[in-house]
């Protein structure tokens, strides 16, 4: 089955302890991104990547991490967090540039206290 | 920069009528329109989308939307609402480069 897994999907951490989101995606597709979804803002993009190697900031960049070493895998770091990053956070992958719109993971819910 | 607008954060119908969820964007450049719906507790699934071509647009569960140029609108539309259809709704636009630049949705209540 085509699609975007990521994992935690739930998530309780504390300020300032470093955190990995996983994303891995089987469709072979070249572009990957992270979303977080906040209530009332809809989703804004934090990284994306257009293949291996190439990432680039979204608009919501500050405080996160990404990496593109292996095209199926698209983890988000958290370096340091903070209480303005509990959020649910979505990746999402294309195989195009804009016209064939994202697949979607079930996303994950992260609460730093 | 592009931008798009969700008129209603929330939207009430009845079970059998019909279903109107409002979208307005702005760019500068043809743009690649999209629905989405997002179900309690999961991810989005796309519902329909317009890159060119027919104006008019067929998605899954009967849902449609229409893209008109001169009113820089893709309003997505149903005829008849199910119980089934109670979710988030999300409308997004993407100019070619890599941001699907999301509206801040639509909830839709159906009522029996």
Known sequence: EAQVTQNPRYLITVTGKKLTVTCSQNMNHEYMSWYRQDPGLGLRQIYYSMNVEVTDKGDVPEGYKVSRKEKRNFPLILESPSPNQTSLYFCASSSRGGEGGYTFGSGTRLTVV | ?112
């Open chain 2, 1 to 112: 920069a592009q931008s798009v607008t969700q008129l209603g954060s929330h939207v009430s119908v009845s079970e059998g009528a019909l279903v109107l969820l409002r979208c307005n964007y702005s760019s500068s450049v043809p743009p690649y329109l999209f629905w989405y719906v997002q179900y309690p507790n999961q991810g989005l699934q796309l519902l329909l989308k317009y890159t060119t071509g027919a104006t008019l647009v067929k998605g899954i569960n009967g849902f449609e939307a229409e893209f008109k140029k001169s009113e820089t609108s893709f309003h997505l539309t149903k005829p008849s609402a199910h119980m089934s259809d109670a979710a988030e709704y999300f409308c997004a636009v993407n100019t070619g480069f890599q941001k699907l630049v999301f509206g801040t949705g639509t909830r839709l209540l159906v009522s029996p």
